[in-house]
């Protein structure tokens, strides 16, 4: 088992649900930690309760901002700069509406920040890693990147484009020492609901009622494993649901 100790990890979306729990499980393992989002006032808050237990540095910026994404991730101070591992993971849905009905906002909005928006960080963090013949990519995907629901639409594409690219991304880097995988979690009690449904937080609250869904401590915790296994090992694709979750649309609820 590997341990953190001296790694550089570059979380997106630590501002709220997996990034968040990543981000803290990752301090009291000490790793030192990049922290990325668009709200400054939650990363200052969250860097300063992390830097009590590591080196905490961070990076305002929207992911579809391609020309801030490269300038932001080239401005990182020298001893930041060797990222170990990465996790992608800044990303939401927006809607939840038949195709015919969709909103091209919406549909923009998901396409930019879930697919263009992991493209640009990843690209801005390999020349490193590459350089360095190391590092470890963490994908967040979604079981809505393994099956599609209905009014899942676009976020599903948007998600199936993750794992596309999780699978393309270890194909080209095979050789070069970085391991790539994706974490795909079904439900997970996070903002995601409210976001979805664009603040009504009735409707995204009854998303996670009637059953025990997962918690984001429950994907950092599986993040966590994904990125201690020995250098040989890399997970390529896990899909995680909690227990009374069969599929998107069969769900437990009592
Ligand atoms: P949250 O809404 O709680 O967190 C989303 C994070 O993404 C926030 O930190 C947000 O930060 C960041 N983010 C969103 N848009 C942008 C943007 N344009 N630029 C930069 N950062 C952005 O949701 P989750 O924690 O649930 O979501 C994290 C990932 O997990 C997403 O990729 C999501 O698709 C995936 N996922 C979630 C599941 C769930 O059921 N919750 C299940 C499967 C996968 P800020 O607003 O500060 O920029
Ligand atoms: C989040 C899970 O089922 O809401 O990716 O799409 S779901």
Not at 82 to 89: E, S, T, V, Y
Not at 98 to 106: E, H, R, S, Y
Not at 113 to 140: C, D, F, W
Request: hydrophobic letters at 40%.
């Amino acid at each position: 088992m590997m341990d953190l100790q001296n790694k550089t990890a570059l979380i997106t979306g630590a501002t709220s649900g997996i990034g968040k729990a990543t981000a803290t499980l990752f301090a009291e393992k000490g790793a030192q930690l990049i922290l990325c989002g668009r709200r400054q006032d939650r990363l200052g808050k969250l860097s300063e309760a992390l830097s009590q237990k590591t080196n905490v540095h961070t990076l305002n910026f929207d992911v579809r901002d391609k020309e801030k994404v490269f300038q932001q991730i080239a401005s990182l101070p020298e001893a930041f700069q060797h990222i170990d591992i990465l996790i992608n993971n800044a990303g939401n849905a927006h809607g939840l509406d038949p195709i015919q009905q969709g909103n091209t906002d919406d549909w923009e909005a998901m396409i930019d920040i879930n697919v263009k928006g992991l493209l640009y960080v990843s690209k801005a963090v390999l020349p490193t890693m590459l350089e360095r013949q190391s590092g470890h990519i963490i994908n967040i995907g979604s079981t809505a990147g393994k099956e599609v629901y209905p009014n899942g639409n676009v976020y599903c594409a948007s998600k199936h484009a993750v794992d596309a690219l999780n699978q393309g991304m270890r194909i080209d880097l095979n050789g070069k020492g970085i391991r790539v995988g994706a974490i795909n979690p079904g439900l997970v009690a996070t903002e995601f609901s409210e976001v979805r449904f664009k603040g009504d937080s009735d409707r995204a609250s009854k998303v996670y009622q009637g059953y025990t869904p997962l918690q984001p401590e429950d994907i950092a915790d599986i993040i966590l494993f994904a990125v201690t296994r020995p250098p040989h090992v890399n997970i390529a694709d896990l899909t995680v649901m909690c227990l009374d979750q069969a599929t998107s649309t069969i769900v437990n609820k009592r």
